[in-house]
């Protein structure tokens, strides 16, 4: 038999990843269904590891200023790092002022 | 570092980001839940820039990046009212959508910076696929998003904007787009034009598919357009090959369509119509041309004394609270008619206000205790043993024609049976009907008093006659 393409590998974690979140977010009160909202928009934001990769295109390599794609790389990632840190900052401390919220009734 | 040690670390903020989620199931483990998802995005991020050659320039491009972004974040994030919470939170997915389509750009043009480039420099096709696939979901998450912003924020009408042969439209850009899929990847990546045709057209997908979707129904776009910043970034995790991006768009994508599943079945509505839209606009208001009957009006004295008079309150805010800005003034008649004895509890309709959750909010920010606060399942057979139920800036939840009226609507969408109680109090600005444009028979029954006015005013004019 051939060898697995890592692809492959790449979907199953995917597909069970969606199972856990399907389990893991049904568990949520509904109370926190905003809060939920905030804080999924900001580790959706871990799209900053592209912007990273993006940002630092061609960085040490033979062709480090020469390749027209490599700039275009280093400005398309250095912004996606910008909208992604709103993202980042805005959404944990928004939750984290939402979370602070919610009290139990005073005892 | 090892690509291994780093494909591990990448797994481990996955999993913490899968512990943020976790944490929210109840609101004592939620503020650690938030922790963990912040030192999964740290650990992602480290483990990035650990892994990439940096020089000075890149460097400081990169802490500029984040010095710009994040303090824009945190100024916006300690200043926003929680009653914006819904414009914010589809201004953030707008962010997200835009970084997708730029990071896809980013790999289309320069590959062996992500490492996935073949022997000859080009994208394998797979990849090429994954990155139209990531920029086009990304592009319409962008665009959607800012309909959806304009919309919540005010900018926008929210009445839903028809175009003719609006669905052929839709179907048409979405035809053209997985043509020019095709050619990108036939091309092996380097007709670059397709992929931006692709996501112009996205952009303009974005646009024609929210636009008629109308004010009430945003609920379930917010959660919609959630759920798509979770399925770009889930491309692009399979693009990337990167573990944490792919587990996270894996849950974000999930929790958004169960949002928008659980808004839909508060609203009693498929999926489907929602997107179709044109809810609220078509037919249903001249159905019922003009008031039915007569209101009965009082006054704040005769609510503040009827409620100190109760065994128990039952309040439901609606959008029309947050609007006014009416939670704290609530809070406070609630505390009053406490320290009278009442027994004072809070109903939430899973589709009340603009978001899911958007009333816990706003209540949690006037320091009620969330055990008061109870959902509609939870609250619903109690409403027969209350005396009073106040009413406050919602309606269509309200509503009995949902149950009782065949030819409403709104029929067969679980609501509130506020009616039972002995008497029912309705704060509201005037007797027009609500955002699905449907009349409420409950203004015009004998024990429904009306108090016409600013949520916020008449709350405080109760409150004073309570004092």
Not at chain 2, 6 to 29: D, H, M, N, V
Not at chain 2, 83 to 109: D, E, K, N, R, W
């Amino acid at each position: 038999m051939e060898a697995v393409d890592p692809t492959i590998f790449r979907l199953a974690i995917f597909v069970l990843a969606v199972f856990v979140g399907y389990y893991v977010v049904w568990s949520v009160t509904p109370a926190l269904h905003t809060p939920l909202m905030a804080v999924t928009n900001a580790i959706s934001s871990v799209i900053i590891v592209g912007a990273l990769l993006a940002a630092t295109a061609g960085v040490g390599g033979p062709d480090a200023a020469a390749d027209g794609g490599a700039g275009f790389s280093r400005i398309a990632g250095t912004l996606a790092i910008i909208l992604a840190s709103v993202n980042i900052f805005g959404g944990f401390l928004v939750t984290q002022r939402m979370l602070a919220m919610y009290k139990k009734k005073d005892k | 570092m090892s690509a291994n040690l780093a494909a591990i670390l990448y797994l481990a903020s996955g999993i913490l980001f899968i512990l943020a989620l976790r944490g929210l199931s109840s609101p004592e483990t939620a503020r650690q839940g938030n922790l963990f998802g912040m030192a999964g995005m740290a650990i992602a991020v480290v483990t990035t820039l650990l892994a990439v050659n940096l020089d000075g320039a890149s460097m400081a491009l990169i802490i500029g990046g984040v010095v710009i972004g994040g303090g824009l974040g945190a100024v916006v994030a300690r200043r926003i009212p929680m009653t914006a919470m819904p414009q914010l939170v589809a201004a953030f997915h707008s962010l997200v959508g835009m970084a997708a389509v730029l990071v896809a750009a980013a790999a289309l043009y320069a590959p062996e910076a992500f490492g996935i480039a073949n022997a000859v420099g080009d994208l394998k096709q797979l990849s090429l696929f994954e990155l139209a696939l990531g920029t086009a979901i990304g592009a319409i998450t962008f665009s959607g998003s800012v309909i959806a912003f304009a919309k919540l924020n005010g900018n926008m009408s929210g009445a839903p904007i028809l175009l003719p042969a609006r669905h052929s439209i839709n179907i048409g850009i979405g035809v053209a787009i997985a043509v020019m899929i095709a050619f990108l990847m036939a091309s092996g990546g380097d007709n670059k034009t397709a992929f931006w045709i692709i996501t112009i057209l996205a952009f303009v997908l974005g646009v024609t598919l929210i636009i008629p979707i109308g004010g009430a129904d945003m609920p379930v776009v917010v959660s919609m357009l959630n759920s798509y910043s979770g399925w770009a970034a889930a491309a692009l995790g399979f693009t990337l090959e990167n573990t944490a991006l792919l587990v996270t768009g894996a849950l974000v994508g999930s929790s958004g369509a169960i949002l928008s599943y659980i808004m839909c079945k508060g609203m009693n509505r498929s999926f489907i119509s929602v997107i179709l839209g044109g809810f609220g606009e078509d037919g249903s208001a001249a159905a019922n041309a003009g008031p039915q009957g007569t209101a009965k009006q009082g006054s704040a004295e005769d609510a503040a004394f009827v409620m100190k008079n109760a065994g128990k309150v039952i309040i439901v805010p609606g959008y029309g609270m947050a609007v006014a800005q009416a939670q704290h003034a609530l809070k406070e008649m609630g505390d009053l008619l406490k320290a009278e004895g009442v027994d004072v509890s809070y109903a939430i309709h899973p589709v009340a206000g603009r978001m899911p959750g958007h009333m816990n909010v706003l209540l949690a920010e006037a320091n009620v205790p969330y055990d008061e606060v109870f959902e509609l399942e939870d609250i619903n057979s109690d409403f027969s043993n209350a005396d009073v139920a106040f009413v406050i800036g919602a309606n269509d939840v309200t509503n009995p024609a949902a149950e009782d009226d065949p030819s409403s609507p709104i029929y067969g969408m679980p609501v509130l049976q506020v009616w039972k109680a002995r008497t029912v109090f309705f704060v509201k600005r005037s007797l027009g009907s609500g955002y699905a444009g449907v009349e409420n028979p409950l203004f015009f029954r004998d024990n429904t008093m009306m108090l016409l006015g600013d949520a916020k005013k008449m709350t405080e004019e109760i409150n004073k006659s309570m004092g």
